[in-house]
Nanobody
């Protein structure tokens, strides 16, 4: 069974930075693309970033492009999301998920999810 555990969230002032981590269990991590999503109160879960299994390609939502960076460390079974120049509108619960195919920006195309980590950006 695949288990994903996010960490690194917290409270930060606007303009600050955070780095989220997503630790995956099992040998089923290295061969899969991974994604980050977020969900703010009262809103649908939205795509943030995606990284292919070999880190050759990354994709970002327009709202975070140039500020967020997704990366992965195969040896550590971990995916990261470096978030810089944070804005109050980035406040949400952030989730990592394992991709299973199809549209990388659609939450329906991810089969395993972590429990999420809260990010709060104050103005």
């Amino acid at each position: 069974q695949v288990q994903l555990v996010e960490s690194g969230g917290g409270l930060v002032q606007a303009g600050g930075s955070l780095r989220l981590s997503c630790a995956a269990s099992g040998r089923t991590f290295s061969g899969y693309a991974m994604g980050w999503f977020r969900q703010a109160p009262g809103k649908e879960r939205e795509f943030v970033a995606h990284i292919t299994w070999n880190s050759e390609s990354t994709y970002y939502a327009d709202s975070v492009k140039g500020r967020f960076t997704i990366s992965r460390d195969i040896a550590k079974n971990t995916v990261y999301l470096q978030m810089n120049s944070l804005k109050p509108e980035d406040t949400a619960v952030y989730y990592c998920a394992r991709y299973r195919g199809g549209s990388y920006y659609s939450a329906r195309e991810y089969g395993y999810w972590g429990q999420g980590t809260q990010v709060t950006v104050s103005s």
